[in-house]
């Protein structure tokens, strides 16, 4: 998963289009046949350009086990993929297999676009804490791909060419991260920038566990303004010390994917991701890139770091070929040339048995991702239920809140309040 800003402002403006059209029933969608009679199964997913290679790949490798069946990749950014997506599914034309995050989750779920693939697909390979997050009311609406964590990726080499010392990712706190921040822009001139901002919620979330804090409290945002506010004085102090570009710059780049990010162009040293971005990270660099723990909060007596699915497939409850789109998801999840293919870039795989089969085949990057999240296992909590519904818009308000703040239009303590207000609006609708 990857931070974006117009996602799902506009995923929401199709969603009442969406409940009229599921209820008149008005089209199946799906992939249909191909002109020589073969089922042609749809499969929409976003990432980036090596993402889309290895899938392709991956596509290739079903097909030829699999000759009467064609796939069809529709693939798109990040920014793009909901608004995409969402307006496929109010047309009454979605892709007979998609990919999901967790925050939109019980959204397509509980309008009726995803079908219960309970029994459907292999799961028994599946860690029972991590399948239960892509289940609503006891249906099984998701199959996670593989597991991830928000973390920091670090390129030691800018680090040590601006004369900075990488601190103790175990004890160190978010002082610590902006003084670093800060000493590597100077250091270097100014050449390279110490990190760049992040408004993802795994943050805000990691952030506020660490001062006891839950993010959502049953249909509420359970985040109170003073850790709103406190998590913007990091943002603010790493403006204002030059670790961080400035609220135009990191708005810019914050729409951006990760080849095009800071860390992906070897403009700065760090930045916040989901592990299983280390791989594409990497490839963006070519440099060795490297894995931190987030860090804390002085005193903070838990990480407030968590495992999550990098993101689930699922199958539409409208496809004329349920079967099919069974067994590409079972595929895609369960078959060891698949996991050959794919490795850590959608979470270090779900199956333990595809996981065993290319531990030994995964790349540098992904072995350092292996290696993270087994030395961290017991201060990472378990993977969160799929949040509450009209969740999805929370990382678009946050980000344009943070904005607001980071461009000095508003006050900190106003953007809190109106941030709070306007999350639990969109869950309580």
């Known amino acids: 998963m990857s931070s974006g800003k117009k996602m799902w ?45 290895m899938t392709e790949e991956a596509i290739k490798k079903f097909e030829a086990k699999n000759p009467t069946i064609d796939v069809e990749g529709e693939f798109s950014d990040w920014a793009s993929y909901y608004e995409t997506l969402s307006t496929k599914v109010a047309g009454s034309d979605a892709p007979d297999v998609m990919s999901l995050e967790i925050r939109g989750l019980r959204e397509y779920a509980d309008r009726g676009t995803l079908a219960d693939v309970t029994g459907k697909v292999n799961t028994g390979d599946i860690d029972a804490k991590v399948l239960a997050t892509g289940a609503i009311d006891g249906k099984q609406y998701a199959i996670p791909t593989g597991v991830n964590a928000f973390s920091l990726i670090v390129n030691k080499a800018l680090v040590e060419q601006s004369k900075a010392e990488l601190p103790d990712d175990k004890t160190w706190t978010w002082d610590d991260y902006v003084a670093l921040a800060n000493k590597i822009t100077a250091g270097s001139g100014g050449k390279i920038i110490g990190t760049q901002l992040s408004w993802n919620p795994a943050y805000l979330q990691i952030y506020a566990t660490q001062k006891g804090e839950q993010f959502y409290n049953g249909n509420k945002l359970g985040v109170t303004p003073e850790t709103i506010k406190e998590w913007w004085s990091i943002m603010q102090n790493l403006i204002k010390g030059k670790g961080a570009p400035d609220a135009a710059k990191s708005a810019e780049i914050g729409a951006t994917s990760i080849d095009q990010s800071l860390l ?55 496809t004329e070929h349920a079967a099919e789109a069974a067994k590409f998801i079972d595929f895609m999840i369960n078959d060891p040339e698949a996991g050959a293919i794919i490795l850590s870039d959608r979470g270090l795989p779900a199956s333990s048995k595809v996981l065993a089969a290319v531990r030994d085949k995964l790349p540098e990057a992904d072995q350092k991702t292996l290696t993270f999240l087994e030395e961290n296992k017991s201060e990472l909590s378990d993977p969160p239920a799929a949040p509450p519904k009209g969740s999805s818009a929370t990382e678009d308000i946050i980000t344009r809140y943070s904005e607001e703040v980071m461009f000095g239009r508003m006050t900190p303590d106003d953007a809190a309040q109106k941030l709070i207000t306007e999350v639990n609006a969109s869950i309580a609708g």
């Open 9 to 53: 402002s506009a995923a929401l403006l199709a969603t009442a289009v969406l409940a009229v059209t599921a209820a008149c029933g008005s089209g199946s969608g799906g992939g249909g046949e191909t002109a020589d009679g073969k089922i042609k199964l749809r499969f929409s997913y976003w990432g980036s350009d090596a993402r889309q290679k």
């Open 264 to 318: 992906g162009t070897n403009t700065g040293a760090m930045g916040m991701w989901w592990s299983n971005q280390l791989g594409a990270a990497t490839k963006a660099s070519g440099q060795q890139l490297d894995l931190l723990r987030m860090p804390k909060i002085k005193g903070a007596t838990v990480s407030g770091m968590f495992t999550q699915p990098a993101m689930f497939y699922s199958a539409s409850s409208k």
